[in-house]
């Protein structure tokens, strides 16, 4: 259990008193799994400074029961002058549990090899996180407080740590701070919404995002009524709201900052990427149109080149990427999307020539290589397909799907030390991948 017993904390600052809690109260119960919300200053980091006991209030108490974590991933109290083992042995005496036992969990699960016995001033800022990270994995607390970090290091590691995590958090408590609410939802069942120098608790962390979200909407709405430059900030807003993948309000918020500045292209342009996301392809069509009109820049035209050939509207597409073509004929993206239209068409010399040129450009185009090592492989010609199938896996190395495609085109090459090489990458990355795990039974 974690109790706030009439809790205050604020800073002052040269614009005034910053008020981030205001006499506040709140039980709560052991073995919860928290999410803590608000906005940006609204106190998140601090509370959990104050949970740990880093940061002292300004009056009230909060009381503790059971074992209580470091933020996870702080290395700020490491001794950078002794070595990771004694700065390990320190932190057993200090919470007196068995120092032999947890230097040999931490020097096995951090993975710093002969680096466990050298200066900790040494290291590197992630070896010093997969220290702290090995030693509160190690201790087995009541609590663990998140800020923002749950694993570090490689894709192995992360997929390590993350799994230890999950199993302390069997029989533990947690408080996590992240503006990640798909990170909320996956570890928190419950949630606190900070706002105005009080928090509200809630038992489903579906309610909590959504206060947290009707907050943010009204604090943004607020800021911009009445003010100049609303349509730059309504513009900052929806693209932000783009890149979150919330498509209806970055709509909504475009829609608002295009009514009252029209002549944007480039917002016009974004809006087109918004309605492809919401699948709304005729908007999408009339948005590059008009980015178009207003800037007859190649990407815009590339832009809705692409949006008609999803549609279906084939000859539109073509005389769009051809007009790209004739003005500036070594354009990347024009000879790519082109590219891989022919490719699709079976059209495989007119597609190769364009995919080529399109590498002579941009050597690291992903869907290039892809589409020649498909190319290759369908006219039987593997050794050069391998080439390209090996360009995309070095460039997407977590893209399991790719690898997939790799490995398989290793196995055809007769390669098959690195098609299993491949195999196990792929399974160490998704070790549900049913088809890398069947063609490696079968490669044995």
Not at 212 to 236: C, K, P, Q, S, T
Request: aromatic content about 8%; hydrophobic content about 40%.
């Amino acid at each position: 259990m974690i109790e706030f017993r009439h809790v205050s904390k604020h800073f002052d600052t040269p614009h005034g008193r910053k008020v981030l809690l205001d006499n506040f109260s709140m039980v709560v119960p052991s073995g919860a799994k928290i999410g803590l919300l608000g906005r940006n200053g609204a106190g998140k980091s601090t509370m959990i400074g104050m949970i740990s006991g880093t940061v002292s209030p300004n009056s009230g108490r909060i009381l503790r029961e059971g074992t209580m974590s470091w933020p996870m991933g702080f290395t700020g109290s490491f001794a950078a002058d002794i070595t990771g083992r004694q700065n390990a042995l320190f932190v057993a005496r200090i919470y007196g549990v068995d120092a032999e036992s947890l230097l040999g969990f931490v020097q096995e699960f951090a993975e710093l090899g002969g680096f466990f016995d050298m200066p900790v001033r040494s290291y590197s800022s992630g070896m010093k996180a997969r220290l702290a990270f090995g030693l509160s994995m190690g201790l087995g607390f009541d609590w663990y407080l998140v800020d923002e970090v749950t694993a570090v290091g490689d894709t192995a590691f992360r997929k390590k740590s993350l799994e230890m995590f999950r199993n302390r958090l069997t029989d533990a408590g947690m408080i996590m701070v992240s503006h990640s609410t798909s990170t909320l939802r996956d570890y928190c069942t419950s949630g606190i919404v900070l706002e105005g120098g009080n928090g509200i608790f809630f038992h489903d962390i579906e309610d909590a995002i959504r206060q947290h979200e009707l907050n943010m909407d009204n604090a943004f709405v607020a800021e911009i009524e009445g003010g100049e430059g609303n349509a730059e900030l309504l513009y900052r807003e929806a693209k932000k709201r783009y890149q979150n993948a919330d498509y209806l309000r970055a709509e909504e918020f475009l829609s608002r900052a295009l009514a009252e500045q029209p002549e944007r292209a480039d917002w016009h342009a974004l809006l087109a990427e918004i309605s492809r996301r919401l699948g709304v392809n005729d908007a999408a069509i009339d948005s590059y149109r008009r980015a178009v009109d207003l800037q007859n820049e190649p990407r815009h035209r590339v832009g809705l080149a692409q949006v008609l050939a999803a549609a279906g509207r084939v000859e539109e597409a073509e005389q769009e990427f051809q007009q790209v073509l004739r003005v500036d004929p070594n354009n990347s993206a024009a000879t790519y999307a082109l590219g891989r239209h022919r490719y699709r068409q079976g059209q495989f010399d007119e597609a190769e020539r364009l995919l080529m040129l399109t590498l002579a450009s941009d050597p690291e185009n992903a869907g290039a290589h892809r589409v020649l090592a498909q190319l290759y492989d369908a006219r039987g010609n593997h050794p050069q397909a391998l080439s390209h199938h090996a360009a995309v896996a070095r460039l997407l190395p977590e893209n399991t799907s790719f690898l997939l495609g790799y490995a398989r085109s290793q196995r055809r090459n007769a390669d098959t030390f690195g098609a299993e090489a491949t195999y196990r990458r792929i399974l160490s990355l998704d070790p549900d991948n049913s088809a890398a795990r069947t063609d490696l039974e079968r490669l044995k």
